[in-house]
């Protein structure tokens, strides 16, 4: 029981450590359990059209 306290504490430890974007694609992806197609979200600002 000790060691399963110990990896979960290590394991939020490292999701904290991410940046912000990352943290919460993580958190979504496993605890709210949708795709990460349903996690991406295309930016306006980043796209280019192309002639």
Excluded: H, W
């Excluded at 060691?3 to 904290?16: G, H, N, P, S, Y």
């Amino acid at each position: 029981m000790a060691e399963q306290k110990e990896l979960r504490t290590a394991l939020l430890e490292a999701i904290d450590s991410l940046s912000d974007n990352n943290r919460q694609a993580t958190l979504l992806f496993y605890d709210e359990q949708l795709s990460l197609q349903g996690i991406t979200v295309p930016k306006r600002e980043n796209c280019t059209l192309r002639n």
